[in-house]
């Protein structure tokens, strides 16, 4: 299997990364989508994958940087010529989230527009997705894939349920943290994967400013905590993602960070901070995600 890395950054717009998305791609060519986040559209065609080729997404939950490229996808693999409702998996409010996108929603007038040419109305169960809303457990099965998912700790519940996920396929498991706080549910769903991707938006320096500054609130995992997590879990492999744009040069998203960020310290050169925090306690083989990183298993 393939693993490619669209998107890696988190909530602003990233000049050098796209938002959260990750393709599984199996032997067979299938693709499963994780998250779907600014920028993952695009990225596809930049790795050479057809948006319409991708018929499964799920979505770990609601936060814009995780959901708001969905409706390009839909439109995209429309006009694509893909054929077949697409499939999507998410939390408590996903439905919502989709009911209020296309013909009966914000995209309204594109949907009349656009399925007044024939060759559009070929194909218009493309853009009306089949939803399942997901609960704790083995969420979707087929001869190829097995994915199972638990509660997370990242937003309040009652807000939006917070998913990670396990998937095992071609006798491989790998796990995906979605955004959370340390927790014991992803350790569990990581238990000896091959490989865990797992969120780590801040480094150590930046989480003690914001605890001094109590600017913003904070329901990420820190490269320290990520360490213990992935030793614990006994994973493989690990790849650090979801990157806090700590590492930006950019003057346009240090002005904008700044009334959050300690903008003074950012720079790639955190990116070594992280290495060091993440191996006080993990050892094995470790990654730092960057947008279209390819990981074969
Ligand atoms: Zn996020």
Redesign the pocket.
Known sequence: MKITMLGTG??LPDPDRA??AILLTLNNGRHYLFDC?EGATRQMVRANVDPASVGFVFLT?L?H??ICDYPYFVISSWMLNKTGAPLLLGPKGTRHFVNHLFEHGAYHTDFQARSAYPVRQQNLEAMRPEVLEVSPGVVFEDNDVKISVDWVE?LPREVCECFGVRVEAEGKVIAFS??TAPCEAMVNLARDADLLIH?C?FPESFIAHRAKTGVGTYSHTSPTALGEIATRANVKGLVAT?FGHFDSTSPVLKRAAAKHLPVDLMGPHLMDEIVADIRKHYGGPLRLAHDLMRIDL
């Open positions: 988190a909530a938002q959260s986040g939950h936060h940087d995780h990242h979605g955004d969120e938006t979801h």
